[in-house]
């Protein structure tokens, strides 16, 4: 019996000095690229993208910038193949529409990105609408990369700041008021 409890002790001696000699794994993973797409409504509900809406801006001059560049809606390519397989690649500015999952609907919408994910950021994002308005939406982007994979994180903190909200879905709703 003494022979027994002194192998079982043994055992267990070796079974927590090896759980001490095991390395720790770090759990990581790639952060998607970031894309927004914003609906521009009125005061009154209508978006100034579709072409239905009688004083709508389908044809105006849009623009933003964001970190000191300047991207004007439309003057990239807007080919839906193109922009879903351009990962890590900002693409800029352009009116497109956005399918709804959900709703299974069609919006128009302006579409900005795309940002490479593991890129850190804490900026605003400013449009500049025809008349001189403007409207900031702020980004921000941080996270701490993996040391065991380049190119991967092991936290991040992502978000949007519209008119003092936090949205969580997309499209964001951006409303001029005149």
Known sequence: MKKQLSLFA???LAGIS?????EERE?????EDIFLAFTLKTADGNNLLDSTYVDNWCDSAI???FK????YADSVDTDAEKVASSTSNFIGLAKT?????ISGSITPVLFFGYLNG???????LVFHWPGGKTTSVHLHNEFEPAKSQPGAVVSLLRYIVVDGEYPNYLPVDL???E
């Open 10 to 12: 043994a055992i267990i």
């Open 18 to 22: 090896a759980v001490g000699c095991l």
């Open 27 to 31: 759990s990581y993973f790639t952060p």
């Open 63 to 65: 623009y933003c910038t």
């Open 68 to 71: 000191d560049e300047v991207y």
């Open 97 to 101: 529409s956005y399918y709804e999952r």
């Open 118 to 124: 593991v890129t850190a950021f804490d900026d605003d």
């Open 175 to 177: 409303v001029l008021t």
